[in-house]
């Protein structure tokens, strides 16, 4: 039966403050302070929408009808070095729980340490892959011990958010989806330990899809379910009732969608069929969380990827076809949705926030450019290596290694022949300064031309996006993978470039390292443009027509990778990060050549040189582009660089 009409105006964090009884699961239905509580939840993660956006998502969701939020917390954005923590702007965890609090919402906090979420690496930081015997989400001591570090940091956050402390959170999930990885079965309970002997008193969870819903069981923690059809439905509520006997039922991801990959189809999921898969949920007795309602977002390089029979890649793109849109925007799912919310509430709905305004500025167009190779001089002195050295092991970030970004390889070769080896994720092959193809997961080979005398051979890595979900999360290392080989005979003495564009990457060039676009500008490279904003700025998305792939920066922000191979064609630039007069926008990009194409048959047109369209409406089903603006910085605020893969653009 679906819930009876309620009344949650007394049970919001804002009004309920003498509290004795937190969310409870010990019989068929969750009780709050000893009443019956029926969890309606949305999903919207704080990495991915802008902080000057919180408060008008989050009022939205209020609006819908919902009442609790849910949000992941990824490691690797909090602790990007170990030991070094960062909760500030966008990343102020407390900020958006006290705030989901002050909008009277509850919230289900789920801290990982692994996430999934289409993040990079499940949200795990790549630092860990130093450690050659890494096994990741299990016991291995290197693992926990930085696990307990992470979390001494992180709970003693969190602890004070908790319900028995006056704060929202009233549920912590237990890691996530661990049945379907299920490699370690003392992993699970030592994460519980782990949360509950630094202060977590709330009622714990645990969360599985239908591949391990029978393994993810933990003793102690309610089990919840993620699932997107209604035949699931049936099949896996039946299971939690054989395992769990009276306790609530809840589904903590409802798939409102589903996330793209490069390459691939647009993925939608008509609104119509959500709203009957909503009411089955709720009429089969079950709580519900909305994953996503607000997706947002893979600003930077955070994207994830995942590797079964071939590598794929996410989108920049975390749209998700959520209950709104990626730029916060209403959808026909909100509306349905809403009605039917509103029709279960025993008081009405809040009025429906205004739209963000958007706008359709004038084209930018790239006015100052420096090469790649021209670039490397103003560069911290490269790594010298007799070996390759892969990404995460290179002697970079205070140990660190990199984690994001391109790595450049440089040696020098004598002959001509075969070149192969494992590049991950994506390696553009040059001679000298001249492109001659990739090396791919596809593409393990590729013909070096005839050189004359001793000749620079270069190798320009990018990490497309670590795998976030699936058994071979340990083998994520990238850039180089062990020796490469000309000729079967492996290579030596390298020099290593760490391209991991940081705003501390950008700082080194300076106004007067730049140059007007020559009539063929040598790829890759770096590309500055100005957008001029007369009055307040608004929300747009830029359209790169003719740029092939790369990434864009703007004002110290990076919005994101770009590639025309779709199925995104546009990228998302929120007002909040543009100002009022000239904002300064760049990407660093490289030659759109065909697959292995020999250098006879290259292309003739000057990829990039087109402008940037910053058009009103989001697209996807094409193409993205790439800027950067140091944040301390040589370039007045407002600059925006690009990165396109003909070219590598900043």
């Known amino acids: 039966m679906p819930p009876e009409r309620l009344d949650w105006y007394r049970l919001v964090p804002v009004w309920l403050r003498n509290r004795q009884s937190g969310l409870q699961a010990n019989g068929p239905r969750f009780t709050l ?149 299920n490699k370690d079965p003392a992993y699970m309970p030592y994460i519980k330990k782990a949360l509950e002997d630094r202060g977590i008193v709330e009622l714990l969870l645990t969360s599985d899809n239908k591949d391990g819903l029978q393994k993810g069981v933990l003793d102690g923690a309610l089990a919840t379910i993620n699932l997107q059809s209604q035949h699931e439905l049936q099949l896996l509520t039946n299971f939690l009732v054989s395992v769990q006997r009276v306790q609530p ?197 590729i013909v070096i031309p005839l050189v004359q005398g001793y000749t620079r051979l270069r190798i320009l890595v990018e990490n497309r996006g670590r795998v976030n979900y699936g058994d071979n999360i340990d083998d994520q290392r990238k850039g180089l993978i062990g020796n490469i080989y000309l000729n079967d005979a492996p290579l030596k003495k390298f020099r290593i470039y760490s391209l991991d564009m940081r705003k501390s990457f950008f700082q080194r060039f300076s106004v007067d390292k730049w140059s007007p676009i020559p009539e063929a500008p040598t790829f890759p490279a770096f590309f500055l443009g100005a957008l001029s904003i007369s009055l307040s700025p608004f929300d747009t998305f830029m359209k790169l027509e003719g740029w092939e792939k790369g990434v864009v920066f703007i004002n110290g922000q990076n919005l994101g990778r770009y590639w025309n191979i779709g199925p995104q064609e546009t990228l998302y630039l929120p007002g909040a990060w543009l100002d009022q007069g000239i904002n300064q926008v760049g990407a660093p990009a490289a030659p759109s050549l065909p697959w292995a194409s020999p250098l006879s048959q290259l292309p003739g047109e000057i990829p990039g040189h087109g402008p940037c369209r910053l058009v009103r409406a989001g697209n996807l089903s094409g193409c993205p582009l790439c800027a950067d603006d140091p944040g301390s910085r040589p370039f007045p605020r407002g600059s925006l660089l690009w990165l396109q893969d003909r070219a590598l653009l900043l």
């Open 249 to 445: 039922r809840m589904v903590m991801e409802y798939w409102t969608g589903w996330f793209d990959s490069w390459g691939g189809p647009h993925n939608i999921l008509d609104s119509s069929e959500v709203l009957k898969t909503v009411s089955a949920i709720l009429d089969a007795g079950s709580s519900i969380n909305l994953y996503m309602f607000h997706g947002g977002t893979n600003f930077g390089f955070i994207n994830g990827a995942m590797h079964f029979h071939e590598y794929k890649s996410d989108v920049t793109s975390y749209d998700y076809d959520a209950v709104l849109t990626e730029a916060g925007d209403y959808t026909a799912k909100y509306f349905k949705l809403r009605d039917f919310f509103g029709s279960l509430s025993g008081v009405p709905l809040p009025p429906q926030p205004s739209l963000l305004p958007k706008i359709a500025y004038e084209p930018v167009r790239p006015n100052l450019y420096l090469s790649l190779w021209d670039a490397l001089q103003h560069m911290e002195e490269p790594v010298s290596s007799e070996k390759p050295v892969n990404m995460e092991n290179l002697p970079v970030n205070d140990g660190n290694g990199q984690s994001f970004g391109y790595t450049l390889y440089e040696t020098t070769i004598a002959s001509s022949g075969v070149l192969s080896g494992l590049v991950r994720d994506r390696g553009q092959v040059f001679v000298n300064t001249v492109s001659v193809g990739f090396l791919d997961y596809e593409r393990k080979k």
């Open 33 to 181: 302070e000893d009443s019956t509580f029926w969890i309606l939840g949305g999903s919207m993660h704080y990495f991915r929408v802008p902080r000057e956006y919180w408060r008008d998502r989050l009022l939205k969701l209020k609006a819908c009808g919902l009442n609790t939020l849910t949000t992941y917390v990824p490691w690797n954005l909090h602790e990007p070095e170990r030991g070094k923590f960062d909760f500030s702007g966008n990343l102020d965890m407390e900020a958006f729980v006290l705030l989901a609090a002050e909008m009277g919402l509850w919230v289900i906090l789920r801290p990982g340490p692994y996430i999934c979420s289409e993040i990079d690496l499940g949200g795990l930081p790549s630092w860990l892959l130093q450690d050659s015997g890494m096994r990741l989400r299990t016991t291995y001591k290197g693992f926990t011990e930085a696990v307990d570090l992470y979390f001494d940091h992180l709970m003693a956050r969190v602890v004070p958010l908790q319900y028995k402390h006056g704060g929202p959170i009233i549920a912590v999930q237990v890691e996530n989806e661990y049945g379907s990885y």
